[in-house]
Structure formats: structure tokens, C-alpha cells
Nanobody, 114 residues
Framework: VQLVESGGDLVQPGGSLRLSCAAS????????MNWYRQAPGKQRELVAGITSSRITNYANSVKDRFTISRDNAKNTVYLQMTSLKPEDTAVYYC?????????WGQGTQVTVSS
């Protein structure tokens, strides 16, 4: 199983980024896909999730700014991030979960700074 995140970058406050996570080795459409993030000195936190039936949920801190989506034909989940703030700076991780199984990517760095 492999989850490979991409799209992290340095961006100015107010800017936008789109993260991608390409999965292989799993039946992607059957998995709940989540984005987590971990800032230096802080615990990893759930940012957004999307179920196999495309029900989504978001952390309060990113509601109305971030959008999670999935393309089952491409085995890829996305995180569109807008109106980025310095406090969004973190390593962003993709996770795939299903009953009894959970897999993680290696993370991609997002830095929001002027």
C-alpha cells in the first residue's frame, strides 16, 4: 500500500494550494480518506475527511476555507485550501482507513508566510 502526497509549498497568507494524495494497493473507493496535519510542537489533528459515499467533514478551523474531494477513477483524494493563514503551516498527511486497516502517507509541507 502506498499513499503519496504532493502539492505542498510556501505560500503567502491569503493564498491557495491544492494537495493531492495518490493511493495504490487498496480498493480506493471503499476507503474513508482523511487529511491530517501536524505543526511543530503540536499533536496531529484531523483536517478533513470524505467517506466512500462522499460525505465530508471538516475541522472548525478550516470550514469554509478547505474542500476535500476524491476521484475514484484516479485513486486520488484532494484538499483544496484557500484563504490560507500562518496557522495552517504544518506537514499535511493523507490517511486511508477502513474497518481494521489504516494507512498513512509520508506527508507534504505547507508553509504559509510572507
Amino acid at each position: 500500500v502506498q499513499l503519496v502526497e504532493s502539492g505542498g509549498d510556501l505560500v503567502q497568507p491569503g493564498g491557495s494550494l491544492r494537495l493531492s494524495c495518490a493511493a495504490s494497493g487498496i480498493t480506493f473507493s471503499m476507503y474513508v480518506m482523511n487529511w491530517y496535519r501536524q505543526a511543530p510542537g503540536k499533536q496531529r489533528e484531523l483536517v478533513a475527511g470524505i467517506t466512500s459515499s462522499r460525505i465530508t467533514n471538516y475541522a472548525n478551523s478550516v470550514k469554509d476555507r478547505f474542500t476535500i474531494s476524491r476521484d475514484n477513477a484516479k485513486n486520488t483524494v484532494y484538499l483544496q485550501m484557500t484563504s490560507l493563514k500562518p496557522e495552517d503551516t504544518a506537514v499535511y498527511y493523507c490517511s486511508a482507513s477502513r474497518i481494521g486497516n489504516a494507512y498513512w502517507g509520508q506527508g507534504t509541507q505547507v508553509t504559509v508566510s510572507s
